[in-house]
């Protein structure tokens, strides 16, 4: 049996649909679901438990699971409540690693490019406790998802024992079915498709910084069903462990983005450059990238999306669609 925390979430949805397409039925969900829709992410598939996250530990006594895959937290970077953050993205990973390791149980976790921060440190997925301390990330998700880094971390620098596999993965800017949820923490794309669609305007963001054209703001857009196949793939090596960054390598606009969804559907481009707002112009990124030679040299060769080839996936498989759900 797989747990998949966060199962009723974005990526957590898909992993239990790839765990189905793959004949696994015996998937346990930990997730709240809430009254925003989050439901309709399972509705298609196959589970045999549906666990509440405070009950977590207590399902966990006895068991025997193939892995947990640990993609449950709080992920908005706008979020407030300290005590809730790191009750949900530290406290309870920590609980987690200690039964995996007791228990002899892979576990694979959720990190974030977040941990990041402004990008000043670069973006290489050095796993080091100096590297991981040196890591300034700007919002609370962020340091919070890096705290659980660097404790797994100096777990390993101190010979300490930790599961048989432990995988922390920094995903970059994840898109893709089933993100319809999460409001104004969806993707631009799936934003906006509706009014892309009707033919109305799509506003981006002006550039503020010399040399950057408007929209050129950039990011490693990765689709989802790359990340999944990460993690997949990870279930099926289970000699490897350690931080890697789930991106494409390859950074692309904004601009890129939202013209290759008018190119999905046949159309023209319909763009409006506005005005950033003041309040976030001194800490927008305008630049991120991962570097993924470390997931490589681990043996990961399954290969990224194009983006333009993941864009006309998602918007004739899901988002052009009545049912936009996988």
């Known amino acids: 049996m797989f747990l998949v925390t966060g199962g009723a979430g974005f990526i957590g949805s898909n992993v239990v649909a790839a765990l189905n397409d793959a004949g696994r039925s015996d998937v346990a969900v930990c997730d709240v679901l809430g009254d925003d829709g989050k439901w309709r992410n399972l509705a298609k598939r196959q589970i045999a438990d549906f666990v509440p996250p405070a009950e977590v530990i207590a399902w966990l006594q006895g068991r025997r699971l193939d892995a947990i895959l640990h993609l449950g937290a709080i992920s908005s970077t706008t979020a407030t409540d300290g005590d809730a953050v790191m009750e949900a993205n530290f406290r309870t990973p920590l609980r987690l690693l200690d039964w995996c390791t007791a228990t002899a149980t892979p576990l694979i976790y959720a990190s974030s490019a977040a941990t990041y921060g402004d990008g000043d440190q670069g973006f290489d997925d050095d796993g080091s406790v100096d ?132 190119g999905a559907l046949g159309r023209e481009p319909n763009i409006q450059y506005v005005d950033m707002p003041e309040q976030i112009r001194g800490s927008y990124q305008y630049f991120t990238e991962s570097v993924v030679d470390r997931l490589a040299r681990a043996g990961y060769n399954g290969g990224f999306t194009r983006l333009e080839d993941a864009v006309e996936a998602y918007v004739k498989g899901f988002l052009d669609r009545a049912d936009r759900y996988r």
Do not use: C
Request: proline share 4%; aromatic share 12%.
């Open 131 to 262: 590297a991981l301390k040196r890591l300034r990330p700007m919002n609370l998700y962020g340091w919070s998802k890096n705290l659980f880094d660097l404790a797994v971390a100096e777990r390993a620098a101190r010979g300490e024992r930790l599961p048989p596999q432990w995988a922390g993965l920094k995903f970059f800017n994840v898109f893709g079915p089933n993100e319809y949820h999460k409001g104004s923490m969806m993707s631009v794309l799936a934003r906006r498709f509706d009014d892309i669609k009707a033919g109305r305007v799509v506003q981006l963001f002006k550039s503020h910084r010399e040399g950057i054209a408007d929209g050129d703001q950039r990011r490693d857009f990765i689709y989802v069903d790359d990340v999944v196949r990460v993690m997949i793939w990870l279930i099926a090596t289970p000699q490897v462990s350690g931080l890697f960054n789930v991106g494409t390598g390859k950074a692309r606009s904004f601009k890129d983005l939202i013209v290759s969804a008018y």
